[in-house]
Structure formats: structure tokens, C-alpha cells
């Protein structure tokens, strides 16, 4: 398994403003994954970050929105930009360990509650 | 398209009462299927992956089950801290990364 941390666990913002997200792993490791959560939904791929490189975003998702750092390999942010209510979610970081027959398993951090007014 | 479904979306319980939770998927090659259970305000908490058609895991109250186009989430004799959301995921082995989530089934056992 993996130990996966974040900050901060729940915030208020006020519309417009911006909020960063940060993920620790208690290992280093290649990737790592930043999902949104929305009320009542399930998970939903945010974008895929390398260290060393820029993040690829899924589709309905953009860098100037939802700018991603992986300074290292234990370590990543994303920032929720600009934001407005709709961006109220649960935001997940989550990364992969190695399982057998070549598969992979995502291990999720706790989560980060935001709400915006 | 890739994708999973799940059913039920909700399902009650009496404390004892065993059933099954379903996840049906649609994937071009399947690397590996994925149960997740998810506390309110939590991240999900992984529970068992399951590689190919045929296998079964088991932990405690919960056996998985996989077959070539579903899984089963059997829940054998509930208790009240069973009660969760469960999420099945799925990822294919033409994106080898990214995970796609099933919409979840909200379980809840009654005493």
C-alpha cells in the first residue's frame, strides 16, 4: 500500500480566488493522479503528473484551470484556479504501486473537501 | 468507449442480510478490475484488484468475484460498519494508466 497525505483536508474559498493542493508520498514514485470528486458522483480523472515533465489532463480539464507542480517524486500540488461554486468537490491525489500479473493499483490520499461561495 | 456501470445505486440492508453489489464493464482488454470502499468525506480505501476471468478474492465479509463482462461484490452476513459507498474501477490495457470509476453503490446495513 502507500501512505499518501494532503493539504489541507477542507477549505472556504471565496469565488475567484485560487486554492492550492498539495499531496505527499511516503515513497517516491513515477506518477501521480489528481481526481475531482463532485457531490453525489464518482471519481473523475483530472490529469496524470510526471516528475520531470508536464501533466497530462484529461478531457473538460485545462492547465490554466487546474495548473499541476511534481517538483520531485514524493511530492505534487495541483491548484484550483479562478474558482467559482461549481468547482465545490472533493479533490483526491492518488499514485500506483505495482500489483501482480503487471497490473497496478491506485492508492488514494484523504481528500481534499473544498467549498466555494 | 470504455466504461463501467454499477448495481444497485443504493442498497439497504438489514444487519445478517447477505447480497451482491454488481459492476458490469465495457473495456478494450482488461488489465485489472478494482473494488474500492468510500467513507463519507474520505478517500476511497482500496479492497481487492482482480486480473482475469475466473479469479476471487476474499477479505473478511467481502468476496469478489470476476467474470469475462461483471463483477460481484458479495457481502456475506453485513454488519453496520459495513455501510459505505463501493466503487468498482476498471483499466484497460490501452491506457495503461488511467483508471475509470464506476458511479458506486451506497450500502447501508440497519441493526
Known amino acids: 500500500s502507500a501512505v499518501i497525505s494532503q493539504k489541507p483536508s477542507r477549505d472556504i474559498c471565496q469565488r475567484g480566488t485560487s486554492l492550492t493542493i498539495q499531496c505527499q508520498v511516503d515513497?517516491?514514485?513515477?506518477?501521480m493522479f489528481w481526481y475531482r470528486q463532485q457531490p453525489g458522483q464518482s471519481l473523475t480523472l483530472i490529469a496524470t503528473a510526471n516528475q520531470g515533465s508536464e501533466a497530462t489532463y484529461e478531457s473538460g480539464f485545462v492547465i490554466d484551470k487546474f495548473p499541476i507542480s511534481r517538483p520531485n517524486l514524493t511530492f505534487s500540488t495541483l491548484t484550483v484556479s479562478n474558482m467559482s461554486p461549481e468547482d465545490s468537490s472533493i479533490y483526491l491525489c492518488?499514485?500506483?504501486?505495482?500489483?501482480?500479473?503487471?497490473?497496478?493499483?491506485?492508492?488514494f490520499g484523504p481528500g481534499t473537501r473544498l467549498t466555494v461561495l | 468507449e470504455d466504461q463501467v456501470t454499477q448495481s444497485p445505486e443504493a442498497l439497504r440492508l438489514q444487519e445478517g442480510e447477505s447480497s451482491s453489489l454488481n459492476c458490469s464493464y465495457t473495456v478494450s482488454g482488461l488489465r485489472g478490475l478494482f473494488w474500492y470502499r468510500q467513507d463519507p468525506g474520505k478517500g476511497p480505501e482500496f479492497l481487492f484488484t482482480l486480473y482475469s476471468a475466473g479469479e476471487e478474492k476474499e477479505k473478511e465479509r467481502l468476496k469478489a468475484t470476476l467474470t469475462k463482462k461483471e463483477s460481484f461484490l458479495h457481502i456475506t452476513a453485513p454488519k453496520p460498519e459495513d455501510s459505505a459507498t463501493y466503487l468498482c474501477?476498471?483499466?484497460?490495457?490501452?491506457?495503461?494508466?488511467?483508471?475509470?470509476f464506476g458511479p458506486g453503490t451506497s450500502l447501508s446495513v440497519i441493526p
Open positions: 492518488s499514485v500506483d504501486r505495482p500489483g501482480l500479473a503487471g497490473g497496478d493499483t491506485q492508492y
Open positions: 474501477a476498471v483499466q484497460a490495457a490501452t491506457s495503461y494508466d488511467k483508471v475509470i
Open positions: 515513497s517516491q514514485v513515477t506518477m
